[in-house]
Nanobody
């Protein structure tokens, strides 16, 4: 069973930046697509960003385009989410996600991390 472990969350002020990291316990075809999802208090989970482990294709939710950047380290399959100009509405638990294909990642990822809290104060 692949495990995804996130790190890098915290409490910041509006306008600040944070970088989240996610490392998988093992490489598997089931983690070909990796990304981030988030859940704000009282709201449903929403897709944030995705990247393939091969190539550089990346996808973003409209709400984070231009502010968040997803990237990967080819040496150890770690992925990152660089978040700039954070706003109070970005407050959520951020989950690392993985799936064999992009469609699955967007709709119902096969693998989930435990989540890391990001809180943005105004």
């Amino acid at each position: 069973q692949v495990q995804l472990v996130e790190s890098g969350g915290g409490l910041v002020q509006a306008g600040d930046s944070l970088r989240l990291s996610c490392v998988a316990s093992q490489y598997s075809d089931s983690t070909y697509w990796r990304g981030w999802s988030r859940q704000a208090p009282g709201k449903e989970r929403e897709f944030v960003a995705a990247i393939s482990l091969v190539g550089r294709a990346a996808h973003y939710a409209d709400s984070v385009k231009g502010r968040f950047t997803i990237s990967k380290d080819d040496t150890d399959d770690t992925i990152y989410l660089q978040m700039e100009n954070l706003q109070p509405w970005d407050t959520a638990i951020y989950y690392c996600i993985a799936d064999p294909n992009l469609g699955g990642l967007l709709r119902n990822p096969q693998h989930w991390g435990q989540g890391t809290q990001v809180t943005v104060s105004s």
